[in-house]
T-cell receptor
Framework: QKEVEQNSGPLSVPEGAIASLNCTYS??????FFWYRQYSGKSPELIMF????GDKEDGRFTAQLNKASQYVSLLIRDSQPSDSATYLC?????????FGTGTSLTVIP | NAGVTQTPKFRILKIGQSMTLQCTQD?????MYWYRQDPGMGLKLIYY???????DKGEVPNGYNVSRSTTEDFPLRLELAAPSQTSVYFC?????????????FGPGTRLTVL
């Protein structure tokens, strides 16, 4: 069974700090990796995706991938209260996507 | 562009009843997916389709059926509803996962089986 593991949290950070979210996956054949943000009662929305080892930056968000360690992370710089949500890690293998259970982030003003 | 639309938004079923959850996308995506999300959990793939007439099982297909007669529509059928099917159901669509794999999600259907 393909697994995607996340620390469920909750993770609390003060406004302006860096939030660090982590995810590990079991299938070495996984091809692409995603971070979704999900507000309570809403559908997931894509924040970042990454294919290759290393870092990918988009505004305040940085995704990091290490395929050898089967590890993907998301850094949120200058965290804002509006970043308070559940962050889902997802992994694509073939035609299917596998999701972690999510990490709940609270940014404290 | 409406994106991915789902109906109904909410539904309460009695044990043993059947229903169809509707999903429509207007982005001409080949790939469509049905997920369920239980409280505090991630999304689990129920069924997916890579194009009209082609469907395949995901992680948790038992108790569900799908069909894909057009590119736009991907209905999910629940036969003989059970309390274990109480969940939020999300439909999603995308281009080929290898050619820009971003999934676009619908707003969800919250289903309760009593």
């Amino acid at each position: 069974q393909k697994e995607v593991e996340q620390n469920s949290g909750p993770l609390s950070v003060p406004e302006g700090a860096i939030a660090s979210l982590n995810c590990t996956y079991s299938d070495r054949g996984s091809q692409s990796f995603f971070w979704y943000r999900q507000y309570s009662g809403k559908s997931p929305e894509l924040i970042m995706f990454i294919y290759s080892n290393g870092d990918k930056e988009d505004g305040r968000f940085t995704a990091q991938l290490n395929k050898a360690s089967q590890y993907v992370s998301l850094l949120i710089r200058d965290s804002q209260p509006s970043d308070s949500a559940t962050y889902l890690c997802a992994v694509n293998t073939g035609n299917q996507f596998y999701f972690g259970t999510g990490t709940s982030l609270t940014v404290i003003p | 562009n409406a994106g991915v639309t789902q109906t109904p938004k909410f539904r309460i079923l009695k044990i043993g009843q059947s229903m169809t959850l509707q999903c429509t996308q207007d982005m001409n995506h080949n790939y469509m997916y049905w997920y369920r999300q239980d409280p505090g959990m991630g999304l689990k793939l129920i069924y997916y389709s890579v194009g009209a007439g082609i469907t395949d099982k995901g992680e948790v297909p038992n108790g569900y059926n799908v069909s894909r007669s057009t590119t736009e529509d991907f209905p999910l059928r629940l036969e003989l509803a059970a309390p274990s099917q109480t969940s939020v159901y999300f439909c999603a669509s995308s281009y080929s996962p290898l050619a820009g794999p971003q999934q676009f999600f619908g707003p969800g259907t919250r289903l309760t089986v009593l």
